[in-house]
């Protein structure tokens, strides 16, 4: 039987990329969302995959969008926390609301999903949870305190919580993707792209959001049941740990 696997954040960017891929490694998926209801429906007429929508910030939010997905799909074996918001500013004019705003999106959200599904897949002695970090939470950015904090935490929780799961089957890991070339990245101007950005790049040039989808297929699937609490570095050579 397929297994069934939660994306957040997963209708668009890396995170739409993510979902595509699982689908078509034959797990049902689920993609959730935050806000862009027009672009959640044409991802999903677009792919066929079920979209959901809810706020991964608050745990309540969360509970009920996760029972909903597994009275449609079943149980959720593999759980991807992908969502991920930025409210850049330098830290001498950073406000709460800058700071509460990523940390409760970008590392809260790893609690308010995972708890939910941790018992199932203890019970049932396998489960898949992948969190999408940044090469910001491994070096730091200026300008991005708040998000750096946040992203260095999600690599924290992997491996404290990889060492809870082991025995039980379920591997926990982060992937740390670098400059992807998303609508986001995109939208940065081309002269800054080349004379800011890919000169830090080895490899010369963006990542594509696909390159990290093919590396959650990989964690996700039974062929990386010996890698747990791992941090895989996906950011063509910019930074190396």
Not at 69 to 77: K, N, Q, S, T, Y
Not at 215 to 238: K, P
């Amino acid at each position: 039987m397929a297994r069934v696997a939660v994306v957040t954040g997963g209708t668009r960017g890396i995170g739409a990329a993510i979902s595509k891929a699982l689908a078509a490694g034959g797990y049902k998926v689920a993609a959730s969302y935050a806000g862009n209801d027009e672009a959640a429906a044409k991802f999903k007429a677009e792919t066929g995959i079920g979209v959901y929508k809810w706020d991964v910030s608050s745990y309540d939010a969360c509970v009920a969008g996760l029972k909903q997905v597994e009275a449609d799909l079943g149980p959720v074996d593999v759980l991807v926390n992908n969502a991920g918001i930025t409210k850049d500013g330098m830290f001498h004019k950073m406000t709460p609301e800058q700071w509460y705003g990523v940390i409760n999106t970008n590392l809260n959200s790893l609690f308010n999903m995972t708890r939910p599904v941790w018992e199932g897949m203890r019970e049932r002695k396998f489960g898949r949870v992948i969190c999408i970090s940044s090469v910001n939470g491994q070096k730091g950015q200026m300008g991005q305190v708040n998000y750096s904090a946040a992203k260095a935490g999600d690599i924290g929780f992997v491996k404290a919580l990889a060492q809870e799961g082991a025995r039980a089957g379920i591997t926990v890991n982060a992937i740390c993707p670098g400059y992807i070339a998303t609508d986001m990245v995109k939208a940065i101007s081309p002269d800054v792209l080349a004379k800011a950005i890919l000169p830090q790049i080895p490899v010369g040039r963006l990542g594509e959001p696909e390159e990290i989808a093919r590396a959650v297929v990989f964690l996700a699937s039974d062929d990386a049941g010996f890698i747990t609490g791992s941090t895989l570095s996906a950011n063509g050579g910019q930074y190396m740990v």
